[in-house]
């Protein structure tokens, strides 16, 4: 029940594109969905973060869609830039405990 | 904000040898802390986690151990190292009355 389901595993876009990755949760008591960033070598840094009381939050070019029926949430990347070229995670969880995804390697090409 | 400082950055060491790893946190009091190990191309795995000094938990059943001797100060240990210790090894803090977890820069462990 704490199982957080990531996919694509890896996915390529071209420089402008929309790339969209997908989250599914299992634990319905888990209230705060952050996405992290990591580049090759360094810590994970937070992207962006959502609580189940909304259905979308944007931050700049990152947007993160929340599906709370559904127990899915998703990070969309507008006008994609090779230097997004990352991998991301997706976790779920409350009360300072995450659970996190497997990872999404993006490479957006130039 | 947290700033959390992982030292060393990288070591190599031969299988059987012990390990030290320590991780500290500036910026905020009484945090949760973290050990995860990231297997190349892989995810996050949670090893430790402590909620006060010398509260520790573990999740993964190993020949590791942590320790927090001090509110902000989380290390991690090995009596003796085995090839599969090989990894990413990330601290991460969380503080403050919100859920995020912070993560410091890693040390990057070979096992030879």
């Known amino acids: 029940q704490q199982q957080v389901k990531q996919s694509p595993q890896s996915l390529i876009v071209q420089k402008g594109g929309i790339p969209i990755i997908n989250c599914a949760y299992e634990?319905?008591?888990?209230?705060?969905f952050p996405w992290y960033q990591q580049f090759p070598g360094k810590g994970p840094a937070l992207l962006i973060a959502i609580r189940p009381d909304v259905s979308e939050k944007k931050e700049g070019r990152f947007t993160i869609s929340f599906n709370k029926s559904a127990k899915q949430f998703s990070l969309h990347i507008m006008d994609s830039q090779p230097g997004d070229s990352a991998t991301y995670f997706c976790a779920a969880g409350r009360r300072r405990a995450l659970t996190f995804g497997s990872g999404t390697r993006l490479q957006v090409q130039p | 904000s947290q700033t959390i400082h992982q030292w060393p950055a990288t070591l190599v060491q031969p299988v059987g040898s012990p390990l030290s790893l320590e991780c500290t946190v500036e910026g905020t009091s009484n945090p949760n802390l973290y050990w995860y190990r990231q297997a190349a191309g892989r995810g996050l795995q949670l090893l430790f986690y402590s909620v006060g000094i010398g509260q520790i938990s573990s999740e993964v059943p190993q020949n590791l151990s942590a320790s927090r001797p001090q509110d902000r100060q989380f290390i991690l240990s090995s009596k003796k190292l085995l090839l599969s210790d090989s990894g990413f090894y990330l601290c991460?803090?969380?503080?403050?009355?919100?859920?995020?977890?912070?993560f410091g820069p890693g040390t990057r462990l070979t096992v030879l």
């Open positions: 634990n319905t008591a888990f209230d705060y």
């Open positions: 991460a803090s969380s503080g403050g009355p919100g859920d995020t977890q912070y």
